[in-house]
Structure formats: C-alpha cells, structure tokens
C-alpha cells in the first residue's frame, strides 16, 4: 500500500449505531487530518494530530471522536449521528504541522449515508 | 471572518486555456495552494505559491498576488482529463488550511 488509505469506502448507518472509520498513511508524515466535504461546500477541518497528539478541534460535536494510536493511524468513531451528518469523510496528512509549504495527501474518502 | 471565493463552475474547450480565478481572506497568510479532485476521488496538491508571481508547471501555472489577496490557475492545452473540481485554499497564521467550495470545470470537445 502507497499513500493514504481510508477504510470502509462506503457506509451506511442509522442513527443509533456505533461505527469507525479507519485512515492509514504510509508517508512517514507527522500529522494527520479528518476533513468533512458536503456537496457544493469547502472541506471542514474536523480534526488534527501531530506527533500523536491532539491539536485541533474545532468545535465538532461529540457525536464524532477521534482516535491516533501511532503516527501512522487515525481513527473516527462515530454513534448517534444524524443524517446531516451524511458527507465524504476525507483523511489527510502532511509531513509535519504548523509547517508552510507542506501539502497535504489525501486519502480517497469515506462517504457516509446516515438514515 | 475568513472567506475564500472561486466561481463554482466554468466550462472550456478541449484544447483552449482556462484561467481559474480565487480570492482570499484570512487571519495572516502563509501560502496558497490549489488541489485538483476528480469525481469521487481524493484531492491531489496541484500548486503552492507563498511569493508573488507566477509558479508554471507543465501544462498547469499559478500565480499569486498577496497585495490584493488574489490567486489563479491556469491550466493550457485542455485535455478531456482535465475535467474536474479546482480547489483553492489559503494557509492562515495558525498553519490551518481555508478552502473554498471548489470550481467545477467542464471540458467540452
């Protein structure tokens, strides 16, 4: 495996269930991103860690909860959504943060059907 | 507030330049990128410009005014696979990435 890569590509969930979605670089970066894209509307920074640890979080919901277990993983817990929250869920990461000029790789997403 | 504004579509020919247009404003700067996304797929680093003037390469340049808080990309010889999003995104003081929604390019033969 090369880059960013996010599992499950696909997921469906009703409102009261416990999901994850699971993001893995194999870049060596430092940080990590989770990003929300809805339709028509710019990326939602949700979530960064650097080195592990918790950087960023603004202001989302607790319904949504993170988890980086190692440099290299990211997690995104999910339960009680709402179907607003349906969206293209995208992992990100970049060689270090708070850094100019370093891009972020992005991994191919997980769209998300809340019913 | 901070605020990032591209046109949300524009269509070209195949074979013809198109100039796609960003404005930005945010809580200090440190850098402008533009990422490409093809339909259902992950956005992909196209440009970075931190200095005035225009960065080519390839077929793809993009050029940075910081004075008036404006950026374009241009993309020439338009191929078919050029068909995509364009995303603009302004790098604020805080190392944070602002993005615009994206412009939706259509090729047409």
């Known amino acids: 495996e090369t880059g960013v890569t996010q599992t499950p590509r696909h997921l469906v969930m009703g409102m009261t269930n416990k999901k994850s979605l699971k993001c893995e670089q194999h870049l060596g970066h430092n940080a990590m991103y989770w990003y929300k894209q809805s339709a028509k509307k710019p990326l939602e920074l949700m979530f960064v860690?650097?080195?592990?640890?918790?950087?960023e979080n603004n202001s989302v919901p607790s319904r949504f909860s993170p988890e980086c277990p190692n440099s290299s993983h990211l997690f995104l817990h999910l339960h009680t959504l709402q179907p607003e929250d349906s969206a293209l869920y995208l992992c990100?990461?970049?060689?270090?943060?708070?850094?100019?000029?370093?891009?972020?790789?992005f991994g191919p997403g997980t769209r998300l059907t809340v019913l | 507030g901070q605020n990032i504004d591209q046109p949300t579509e524009m269509t070209a020919t195949e074979g013809a330049i198109v100039q796609i247009n960003c404005t930005y404003q945010?809580?200090?700067?440190?850098?402008l990128f533009w990422y490409q996304q093809h339909a259902g797929e992950a956005p992909t680093f196209l440009s970075y410009n931190v200095l005035d003037g225009l960065e080519e390469k390839g077929r793809f340049s993009s050029f940075l005014s910081r004075s008036k808080g404006y950026s374009y990309l241009l993309l020439k010889e338009l191929q078919m696979k050029d068909s995509a999003s364009y995303l603009c995104a302004s790098m604020d003081s805080n190392y944070q990435l602002i993005w615009g929604a994206g412009t939706k390019l259509i090729i047409k033969p």
């Open positions: 860690y650097s080195l592990e640890e918790r950087v």
């Open positions: 990100a990461s970049s060689q270090d943060f708070q850094r100019g000029g370093h891009e972020q790789f």
């Open positions: 945010t809580s200090g700067f440190n850098g």
